[in-house]
């Protein structure tokens, strides 16, 4: 993930559940947790990976999005799930660890350390998305594989694999520090009015993890296009955050707004993203 959409790739929305936490760290039984997470991003990856590859090419190039959207058109359809398998094994590996281990670490965090429940559920959303960057050789190998300028090395997951392989295992992870800075920002837990009716419980669940989802995007957009570039580049010298970051912001005029170019789409997907993950985690822990 970038993914920008990365990532869009964080620690899990953090809004209230109406279930009682064991003060225990949960056992066999409570590994819905895990699977709940698991399902939410499948679903989400499913819906959204076009969406997703739109803002890539925006955050790559710095280009428009009639202009993305019609690069996609030229690659055509066949090449519009290109470069899915790598999101789906790390958003549904990541985030099946990101909402069980949340869940996990609170309760242990609860139990031995004598702090407030807001400070305790922080740090434990904070650790379970720093978890993530275990993952990231998948984020480098879908980011490579989204690029047009890559299509004509490899054709598939495992050519990408292997054609990063010949550059050491530091190649896997180029991109690793933008990662975990993003990762690493805790969402603040969020109160909507209180549900009355199960169909409200889902609506509150959308909107409050869509919208939570949707500002943090807005606010890492910048990173997750410093890693981009990053992540696009096979072998060579490893530059530093704060040096491609500059180049970047050289390309494109010293203008914010063109930095933040494509930030709307990744709002709007965001949005879309967050709600269905955390609308779908929810839902399924009712019914597991």
Same mark, same amino acid.
């Given at each position: 993930?970038?993914?920008?959409?990365?990532?869009?790739?964080?620690?899990?929305?953090?809004?209230?559940?109406?279930?009682?936490?064991?003060?225990?760290?949960?056992?066999?039984?409570?590994?819905?947790?895990?699977?709940?997470?698991?399902?939410?991003?499948?679903?989400?990856?499913?819906?959204?990976?076009?969406?997703?590859?739109?803002?890539?090419?925006?955050?790559?190039?710095?280009?428009? @999005?009639?202009? +993305?959207?019609?690069? $996609?058109?030229?690659? #055509?359809?066949?090449?519009? &799930? /290109? *470069?899915?398998? =790598?999101? !789906?094994?790390?958003?549904?590996?990541?985030?099946?660890?990101?909402?069980?281990?949340?869940?996990?670490?609170?309760?242990?965090?609860?139990?031995?350390?004598?702090?407030?429940?807001?400070?305790?559920?922080?740090?434990?959303?904070?650790?379970?998305?720093?978890?993530?960057?275990?993952?990231?050789?998948?984020?480098?190998?879908?980011?490579?594989?989204?690029?047009?300028?890559?299509?004509?090395?490899?054709?598939? @997951?495992?050519? +990408?694999?292997?054609? $990063?392989?010949?550059? #050491?295992?530091?190649?896997? &992870? /180029? *991109?690793?520090? =933008?990662? !975990?800075?993003?990762?690493?920002?805790?969402?603040?837990?969020?109160?909507?009015?209180?549900?009355?009716?199960?169909?409200?419980?889902?609506?509150?669940?959308?909107?409050?993890?869509?919208?939570?989802?949707?500002?943090?995007?807005?606010?890492?957009?910048?990173?997750?296009?410093?890693?981009?570039?990053?992540?696009?580049?096979?072998?060579?010298?490893?530059?530093?955050?704060?040096?491609?970051?500059?180049?970047?912001?050289?390309?494109?005029?010293?203008? $914010?707004?063109?930095?933040?170019?494509?930030?709307?789409?990744?709002?709007?997907?965001?949005?879309?993203?967050?709600?269905?993950?955390?609308?779908?985690?929810?839902?399924?822990?009712?019914?597991?």
């Amino acid at each position: 993930m970038i993914d920008s959409e990365a990532h869009e790739k964080r620690p899990p929305i953090l809004t209230s559940s109406k279930q009682d936490i064991s003060p225990h760290i949960t056992n066999v039984g409570e590994m819905k947790h895990y699977l709940c997470g698991c399902c939410a991003a499948f679903n989400n990856v499913t819906i959204t990976y076009p969406i997703q590859k739109v803002l890539f090419r925006q955050q790559l190039y710095g280009i428009k @999005t009639r202009d +993305a959207v019609l690069q $996609l058109r030229r690659d #055509g359809f066949r090449n519009l &799930y /290109r *470069g899915i398998l =790598p999101p !789906l094994m790390q958003k549904t590996t990541t985030l099946a660890l990101m909402f069980g281990l949340y869940e996990d670490l609170s309760c242990l965090l609860r139990k031995h350390v004598g702090a407030p429940e807001f400070a305790t559920r922080g740090v434990a959303a904070v650790l379970a998305g720093t978890a993530e960057a275990i993952f990231t050789p998948l984020e480098r190998v879908q980011t490579l594989l989204q690029d047009h300028k890559h299509h004509d090395k490899f054709t598939n @997951t495992y050519q +990408a694999f292997k054609a $990063l392989k010949c550059h #050491g295992i530091g190649e896997y &992870y /180029r *991109g690793l520090v =933008p990662i !975990l800075f993003r990762n690493g920002l805790s969402p603040i837990k969020e109160h909507l009015p209180t549900a009355t009716t199960h169909s409200a419980h889902l609506v509150n669940d959308f909107i409050g993890g869509g919208l939570l989802g949707a500002m943090l995007g807005f606010l890492c957009f910048p990173i997750n296009v410093v890693k981009t570039r990053i992540q696009s580049q096979i072998g060579g010298e490893f530059q530093s955050f704060p040096k491609v970051f500059q180049k970047i912001w050289l390309e494109r005029d010293r203008k $914010l707004i063109n930095l933040f170019r494509g930030a709307h789409l990744n709002y709007h997907r965001s949005l879309i993203s967050w709600g269905i993950i955390n609308a779908t985690y929810e839902f399924l822990l009712k019914f597991i």
